[in-house]
């Protein structure tokens, strides 16, 4: 409207008080470059972009040297040298309206294309992938143990970590002065009366025999303690599984054919079984349970250090005393036992060469152990 005003107020002017023709001319190129001006403001005012095409055409419209904008400056040649700072100063003011209204579309574009890219769900995706855990090595070799027993009849049993003297030692024939009742090898919780940790599972045993009439078949897997220093080959908390046959006429016989059943269906077929002397207070005659190496099948390796056998465990037949300390008619009946470290025996199995790796929580240690059933 104001451009109109002045056309008209000048065109009057130059009728009336007549102005030079040329003058009339300049002001009328003023007057028209002011309307291209004030359109071309209001076209960048209310430009839009909604992504990157439309971005382009905006620059393309406003900001390139072919743009609107670009083609007002080109015309600066044309503008008479005394209008020429006018001119350019406007011109400039649409420049930079121009950039700022590019720079805010641009802002606009990145932030919706940032907002859709989070909403962006791909359902074809595979899921996240959840931790599955797995048995513990020793609890799977636990397991693989009783299996193996209760198909020839054992059955299980349990008793309290928390002994008396009586079932933890002097029913089991441990005299008076033996090194394993000293504090420096067990952990006592009381003295006079004694109780302590149980030091073995053999402590079960006497609670079943003590409550059952022979047969007894029964096999005691549980967690022991004892005062040691802890290293890669001794722990303070460790597992034994203890195994008993009390009947009429049980030999030494079927202790060795029990044991090599077990030892043959838990390391496999070749696994030979050797029985070398010694002494429980428990058991006599006593034997330590030696199986042939299974790294080296008996040849000599760093494992067996070059002996070809590695020891399982201890075993014998049931002293006497510890039948009538029980209850049980020792002239009637006898028994054998036997007991093993399930950590000894997972050692062997899984090739474990650092006792504390069981109870360190490690996952890079237990997730080897995944596929375990
Ligand atoms: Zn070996």
Redesign the pocket.
Known sequence: MGAFFFLGYYLKKSVFHFISFRFVVLKMNEIMHQEKIEAIKAAIASADAQNQDELEAYRLQFISKKSVVGELFAEMRNIPNEQKREYGQLVNEVKQLADAKFQELIDKVNAASKKSKSMDLDLTLPPTYIPVGGIHPLTATRQRIIEIFERIGFNLSEGPEIEDDWHNFTALNFPENHPAREMQDTFFIEKNPDIALRTHTSSVQVRVMENQKPPIRTLSPGRVYRNEAISARAHCIFHQVEGLYVDENVGFADLKNTLYHFAKEMFGRETKVRFRPSFFPFTEPSAEIDIS????????????K???W?EIGGSGMVDPNVLENCGIDSKKYTGFAFGMGIERIAMLKYQIKDLRLFTENDVRFLKQFRSLL
């Open positions: 190496c299974l790294l080296c099948g008996g040849k000599g390796c760093n494992v067996c070059g002996s070809g590695v």
